[in-house]
């Protein structure tokens, strides 16, 4: 059995689910893009091909295995983008969460059943129908949970907007204990330099009480004033709009002293470093053009 423990997102990492870009399928149609970011692609004819993604992802999965982490990675789904394991499921403390996640995505789902099987069946959950979470939007800092949503009264009209307030309220309720702070997120169908996809694509923890932000990817400057209070605007990296667009907040930590980070991000990586803490570099420049990075595309299991 797998004994699931994710409480934070910077502890010594010992498991986790990262995607595969096998076996991706054809690139997408510009009606069948998810976000603004693919479809930005889709139409310039940059659209990432599947061996440079493959690439990129054995890069993340040798770092994974220089640091001695078991590595579970989905059954492939013939022509099927299995990259981002964030989106379909996550862990807080000892429970794995299901994501209520667009319809025709599903079958990612059942793709990691053999690693849900591992787990004590009590301990797996899945939200109601009216429930829409997505892993991206979940944050964990110890006795908080960030989570990103969209309060706009047209949240039914952004493909964009993945978590809703019923799934700020699901959490809440699953985790009394918790302090639940939900965040109000940018959102544009359109435009990706203005598109908070997730929580992740605007801001992460990072070492023992730093954090990546992006002050413009929150709709209310309350919400960006209450990580400035938690963390203290001397430990917080401010990232431009652009770097946002490179999303240069989706990094991964395997542990509080080491971030896996994509290698052109210049000015962050060096940030890190003078911070006391060891970059892994790898390219993932071609993943990002789908709007996600390392964070979307692993899902821990256990960290310590």
Same mark, same amino acid.
């Given at each position: ?10 502890s ?40 440079d ?37 996550? %862990?807080?403390?000892?429970?794995? +969460? $299901?994501a209520n !996640?667009? /319809? ?8 990691i059943? #053999? ?37 706009g ?26 302090? %639940?702070?939900?965040?109000?997120? +940018? $959102?544009?169908k !359109?435009? /990706? ?6 929580l992740?694509?605007? #801001? ?101």
């Amino acid at each position: 059995m797998i004994k699931l423990n994710v409480n934070n997102e910077t502890s010594r990492l010992r498991a986790v689910v990262l995607g595969t870009a096998k076996s991706n399928g054809p690139t997408p149609t510009e009606d069948q893009a998810y976000d603004p970011k693919s479809l930005e692609h889709i139409k310039a004819g940059t659209y990432p091909v599947e061996a440079d993604m493959v690439l990129e992802m054995e890069a993340v999965a040798n770092i994974f295995k220089k640091y001695n982490i078991k590595v579970f990675r989905p059954e492939l789904i013939k022509d099927c983008n299995q990259i981002f394991t964030r989106d379909i499921a996550f %862990v807080i403390d000892d429970v794995f +969460v $299901k994501a209520n !996640i667009l /319809p025709n995505r599903e079958e990612e789902l059942e793709a990691i059943q #053999f690693i849900i099987d591992q787990i004590n069946p009590e301990k797996v959950v899945r939200p109601p129908e009216e429930v829409h979470i997505e892993g991206g939007d979940v944050m964990l800092w110890n006795d908080h949970i960030f989570i990103g949503t969209y309060k706009g009264s047209d949240y039914k009209n952004y493909i964009t907007a993945r978590t809703n307030m019923e799934g700020v309220q699901y959490i809440k309720d699953l985790f009394p204990n918790k302090i %639940v702070k939900e965040f109000d997120l +940018v $959102k544009s169908k !359109i435009e /990706p330099r203005d598109n908070a996809l997730h929580l992740d694509c605007c #801001f992460q923890p990072v070492g023992k009480d730093k954090g990546i932000i992006y002050k413009s990817g929150f709709r209310e400057e309350s919400d960006y004033m209450y990580l400035v209070n938690l963390f203290g605007r001397e430990n917080l990296f401010h990232i431009t709009r652009e770097e946002m667009y490179h999303m240069n907040s989706n990094v991964f930590s395997i542990a509080e002293d080491v971030v896996i980070s994509e290698k052109n991000f210049t000015r962050l990586n060096t940030w890190l470093r003078e911070n006391g803490i060891t970059v892994e570099e790898v390219p993932y420049a071609e993943i990002a053009k789908q709007e996600g990075l390392l964070r979307c595309s692993t899902l821990p299991l256990i960290r310590e």
